[in-house]
């Protein structure tokens, strides 16, 4: 399995010289932990809806207000995307946009990936795993909770982005069978990989924290214990998946 430093891990970087120009999948959405944020448009555009809602009076975390967001967006990344096409010289007219995103009847169902079932049992016994220890009323499992926090917060963030994350790589690997347009098969295949990329290192990140917390928390040895062993069990088979994952860069803050 590819190993990667804690030190490099926790490096910022930008993929490319168009990041700040063009939607981007290419990063975790770790926007606290940040420190590209004023040259990132998709941080700038979140924010400046924030601050639109606060001049109206409006609530920004309201479902509503949410869901209306939503929907510019994605007018505003369907819009961007076509653009990015025609730059390959290819008519956006006529090509499918093709929309991947876990929970919505816009592609092949989850369930039909052994990969993605496995993940997704992960993400729910870490889900019950954060409940307890969120809710946790023991006074010294707290202090100790309390020393790796860093590491709660990165497995609380990581075991659900990184399900979606493996069924967008999944996704689009099968969809790639199909394509025989050559320019937007590689475009594709460079969107699997960093996928898989963002996949394989929340996974690791989660397991890292797992076998922290594995070796330092009684009463939740055995549980964390086991959930580390699985994830790193599923690490392999991301690699054997998706071979050239490591290839492209990200921004991740694990």
């Known amino acids: 399995m590819a190993k990667t430093s804690?030190?490099?891990k926790r490096q910022d970087h930008f993929p490319n010289n168009s990041y700040s120009q063009t939607p981007f999948n290419f990063c975790d959405r770790w926007c606290e932990r940040c420190n590209l944020v004023d040259q990132c448009q998709i941080f700038q555009h979140a924010f400046s809806h924030q601050l639109e809602h606060m001049v109206r009076g409006e609530d920004p975390n309201d479902s509503a207000?949410?869901?209306?967001?939503m929907k510019k967006t994605f007018h505003?990344?369907?819009e961007t995307i076509k653009k990015d096409i025609?730059?390959?010289g290819l008519d956006s007219r006529k090509l499918k946009v093709k929309i991947v995103k876990a929970g919505l009847n816009?592609?092949?169902r989850p369930e039909t990936f052994v990969l993605w079932r496995l993940g997704h049992n992960f993400m729910l016994q870490n889900r019950v795993l954060l409940q307890n220890?969120?809710?946790?009323?023991d006074e010294e499992l707290q202090e100790i909770f309390t020393k790796f926090?860093?590491?709660i917060e990165e497995l609380n963030w990581y075991h659900t982005f990184f399900e979606a994350k493996l069924y967008q790589a999944l996704a689009i690997q099968k969809d790639l069978k199909k394509e025989k347009n050559k320019t937007f098969k590689q475009?594709?295949?460079q969107e699997m990989n960093v996928s898989a990329k963002l996949c394989f290192y929340g996974l690791q990140a989660c397991q890292i924290a797992l076998e922290e917390l594995s070796q330092n928390c009684p009463g939740y040895m055995k549980w964390t214990r086991d959930l580390s062993i699985l994830g790193r069990s599923i690490l392999e088979k991301i690699e054997t998946r998706f071979p050239n994952c490591h290839q492209n860069k990200i921004i991740f803050h694990g």
């Not at 207000?65 to 967001?69: L, R, W």
């Not at 220890?133 to 009323?137: A, L, V």
Request: proline share 4%; glycine share 4%; no cysteine.
């Open 106 to 108: 816009q592609g092949p």
């Open 65 to 69: 207000v949410i869901m209306a967001d």
């Open 86 to 88: 025609e730059k390959y």
């Open 149 to 151: 926090k860093k590491r």
């Open 76 to 78: 505003y990344l369907v």
């Open 187 to 189: 475009i594709q295949t």
């Open 6 to 8: 804690k030190k490099q």
């Open 133 to 137: 220890i969120f809710s946790e009323q």
